[in-house]
Every structure is written in C-alpha cells, then in structure tokens.
C-alpha cells in the first residue's frame, strides 16, 4: 500500500479557498488517489477521486500532479462546515482501504 | 447513492461481557466490507477485512478470537468484541465497497464503545 504524507494541520478564513497538498510518492500505477473528510464523531465521508486528470465535483477540485506523486485538494469556498480531517488514500483494489494520519482542517470565521 | 448503516451508534457494556455491531449496506450489495477501530485523536486503523460468505481477513496485531466477525450477507457484517475491556473502548467503524458505479466505499456513521 502506498505511504501518504499530510501536513497535520492547516488553517482557512471562511470562504477562502483552501489547497491540502497530499503526497504519495510511492503510489503504484493502477492505483486511485480518494479524498475522504471525517467530522468528529462520525464516519469519513467521501470527497472525490481521481486516477490521472483532475476532477471536479459538487464538493472540490482534485489536482493530480503529472508524475501522479502528489496532488491536492482545493476547496473553492470554505464553510465552517468544511471543518474536519481530510484523508487522501491511495488505493485500486477494494481490498484493505488504509487511513495515514490525515490534515486537520480548522476554518476561522 | 450508496448507504451504509451502523448500528448501534452508542454502547456500553460491563467488562468480561460481549457486544455485537451491526453494519449494513441498504442500497447496494457489498462483497467487502472493513472494520476499523479509531482512538482519540488517532487516524483510523484497519482492523480487518470480511468477504461475504468467507473467513475474514485480519491485520497484523489484531486478535481474531476476541473480535469476531461475520459476512453471512452481501448486506450485512457484524462484529462481535469478546469478553470486552475497557481497554477495548474506542470508536469502530464499518464501510462497505461498491465495485459498481462511482460510489467505491462508503462509511458507516460509528459505533462508541464504552467499556466499563
């Protein structure tokens, strides 16, 4: 599986864009990159994902570097509801879903 | 879209007893479906792996004895903690994996156990 590294935490005024950079340098060629958000006492809720082109969904922007090595999740406008850990994962298979340690996302109002 | 349904949300149980949790996918049918288990502040940790109709598939370092689980339905897994103690308190959650369509895995909403 591959490894991922996160910043711990990040911070974001309201309605500011935010970008939460992932890196998984050692992500294998078949694998997709997910972005899952966790609020506190709840289960992770899906974000986007994204194989090689970036993605665009009701929710965010996933840019993919070329290389596939990192990317980063760019949340146009963030609300206070945005506030939550961001997971990114690599992964292809269905089998064994592995969570790194993931960015804290706090939105100052 | 795809729904996984965790149930219960809260326990509390005595040490030394068992507690059952149910997860279950309401819309979809799920071959996989995985446990995990979250400490505070901890990211989540892959507990095991459950494929209906087989054993489980457990990680390293968890005991397989004390957290039983069954896939006897595409839609449902249980896991049972045994003989539970309080060191066993944490947040377990379930997801379930869609092969089809865009939905790939979906989360249950966790279960607290309260082990005391």
């Known amino acids: 599986d591959a490894k991922t590294t996160q910043p711990n935490s990040m911070e974001s005024n309201e309605e500011e864009p935010v970008h939460l950079p992932c890196n998984h340098s050692?992500?294998?060629?078949?694998?997709?990159i997910h972005w899952y958000r966790q609020l506190p006492s709840q289960g992770p809720e899906y974000v986007i994902h994204?194989?090689?082109s970036n993605v665009n969904n009701r929710m965010a922007s996933l840019a993919i570097a070329e290389d596939r090595k990192s990317s980063t999740l760019i949340l146009h406008r963030a609300t206070l509801r945005d506030a939550a850990v961001y997971y990114c994962?690599?992964?292809?298979?269905?089998?064994?879903?592995?969570f790194g340690t993931g960015t804290s996302l706090t939105v100052i109002p | 879209g795809a729904v996984v349904s965790q149930h219960p949300s809260r326990v509390i149980c005595k040490s030394g007893t068992s507690v059952k949790i149910e997860c279950r996918s309401l819309d979809f049918q799920a071959t996989t479906m995985f446990w995990y288990r979250q400490f505070p502040k901890q990211s989540l940790m892959l507990m095991a792996t459950s494929n209906e109709g087989s054993k489980a598939t457990y990680e390293q370092g968890v005991e397989k004895d004390k957290f039983l689980i069954n896939h006897a339905s595409l839609t449902l897994s249980t896991l049972t903690v045994t003989s539970a103690h309080p060191e066993d308190s944490s947040f377990y959650i379930c997801?379930?994996?869609?092969?089809?369509?865009?939905?790939?895995?979906?989360f249950g909403s966790g279960t607290r156990l309260t082990v005391v």
């Open positions: 994962i690599p992964d292809n298979t269905g089998n064994q879903f592995y």
């Open positions: 997801s379930a994996y869609r092969a089809t369509g865009n939905y790939g895995y979906t």
């Open positions: 050692t992500i294998s060629g078949t694998d997709y």
């Open positions: 994204g194989l090689t």
